[in-house]
C-alpha cells in the first residue's frame, strides 16, 4: 500500500526563495529543472550543460532549452512543442501529475521562466527560484555533481490556450485594443530602420527583462521598482489594460515580464510565442521605431 507524499506548503507568486526551495529540497512532489544557457547571439553553446555536469542544486535534472519543450517542425524558432510531445518529454523529466516544478538559470532567469510558464500553459504548477544558480551558489547552498536519474513520471497536459498567443490571435487582440508589453533590451525596442531585427509592434511598451532581474546575482526587482517601471513604460498597476499580451524576440524573454508583472497584481493574459522574429517576417505587418506612443 503506497502511502500519500506531505503537502507541499506552495507559496503564492511565481517565484520561489532560495530558503524556501532548500527547506522542501528533498520533498517528493518538487522537480527541479536545471535550465541554464546563453542568449541565441553565443558563440558557446546555448545550452550549459557542462556547467550542470560539473555542479547543480541537488535533485534537479537538466534541461536543454533550445530543444526539450521545443516544436522541431515550426518554421518560426524555439516554438513551444505540442501537449503530447511536451508530456512525453516531461514524462521522461520524472515530472508527473500534481508535482510542482521549480526552475532556475543564471541569466536574467529568461530560460527559467520560459519553462515554468511552458508547464504552466500545459497544466502545471510551477515557480522560478528567485536568484537563480548564481545566488544559490553565492549563499554556499549545497551543490552537487551527481547526476538526477528520475524514474519516468506521468504527465496528463491539461492545456490553457490563452496562455499562448499566435500571430493571428495578435492581429486580432490588437484590433480590440489589447495591449502588449514588449521584454527585448531597450535598443532592440527603439531600433533602426537601418538596422535588422530593430524596432517593434506599434502600440508595444517597452519593459526590458534586463530591468527586471539583477543579471549580477539573478534576484528579480522588487514589486516596488516593477510598478515604477511598468509606469514608466505607460502601464498603469492601478488601473492595467484590460487584455496585455507579452512579447520579446522568440517568445522567451517575454515570460520573464509576465511574471515580474504578475507580482504587482498586473496580469498578462498571454505570450505571444512567435514575438517580433515571427512579426517582422513579413514586410506588410507594421514596425514602429523610437520610444513607445
Known sequence: MHSTPPVLDTPDGPLVTADWLGHHLHHPRLRILDARGRHPSSALPHAK???????????????????????ASDPVPVQVAG?????????????GDGDLVVTYDDYYGIFAARVAWAFRLYGAESRVLDGGWTTWRDESRPVTDEISEPSPGQFTPRPRPRLRRTLAEVEEARGRGAALVDARPRHLFLGDRKTANTGHIPGARCLPYQELVDGATGLWAAPSAVARLARDAGIDPENPPRELIATCGSGVSATVAMLALERIGVHADGVYDGSFNEWSTDEARPVDYGPAD
Not at 560539473?54 to 536543454?64: C, L, N, T, W
Not at 501537449?83 to 515530472?95: D, H, I, K, W, Y
Open 49 to 71: 550543460r557542462a556547467e550542470y555536469l560539473s555542479g547543480h542544486i541537488p535533485g534537479a535534472v537538466f534541461v536543454d532549452w533550445e530543444q526539450d519543450f521545443i516544436d
Open 83 to 95: 501537449p503530447a510531445e511536451f508530456a512525453a518529454r516531461a514524462a521522461q523529466l520524472g515530472v
